[in-house]
Each structure stands twice: as C-alpha cells, then as structure tokens.
C-alpha cells in the first residue's frame, strides 16, 4: 500500500468501500507508530493500558493488518494523549 490522501484520490477508487476502509487503517496505523515511537512509554506498559498483550499490540501496531478495530487505535492514540479528529470528504 502506498502513503495518500484519501481526498486526492479518483472517484472510482474513493468510492470503494474496501480500498478505503485500509487505507484509513493503513495512516491511522501508521500515524500511531510514529506517535508510539516519540512517546516515553514501553510497549509492555501500553499493553498494559489497552489490557492487551504485547503480541496483539504489535498486531495492532501492524500497518499491514487490516484485521482491526479503529476504536483500537482511537483508544491507542488516547492513552497516548492524541484524539483523533477526522472529517468526510466529498470524493473528487
């Protein structure tokens, strides 16, 4: 998968449900990794917060699992300090 922005793409590929459902993933994850790099936290203790284990956090953290929860990411980038804000665009 390739780093965009959903709003720059075509009409036809925007508009698949399936292609937009991962790449939101894709820079949410993304996004997440970046903030868990530069955060002054272990992964073991962010386990501990989600109430996880560190192999599922690492699935979490995985930009290429598209087998996962947003409301895992947003719980993520809270313990974090971040909320995540979004809006919907209309497709070029």
Not at 39 to 66: H, P
Not at 84 to 92: C, H, I, P, Q
């Amino acid at each position: 998968h390739t780093d965009c922005v959903l709003h720059d793409q075509p009409l036809h590929i925007a508009q698949n449900p399936d292609y937009v459902r991962e790449q939101t993933l894709y820079q949410m994850t993304k996004r997440l990794n970046e903030l868990v790099d530069q955060a002054k936290i272990s992964k073991r203790e962010l386990a501990r917060r989600l109430n996880t284990s560190l192999s599922q956090l690492a699935r979490l953290l995985n930009t290429a699992n598209y087998n996962k929860d947003m409301a895992r990411l947003v719980e993520l980038g809270a313990i974090l300090n971040y909320e995540l804000r979004w809006e919907f665009k209309k497709a070029a």
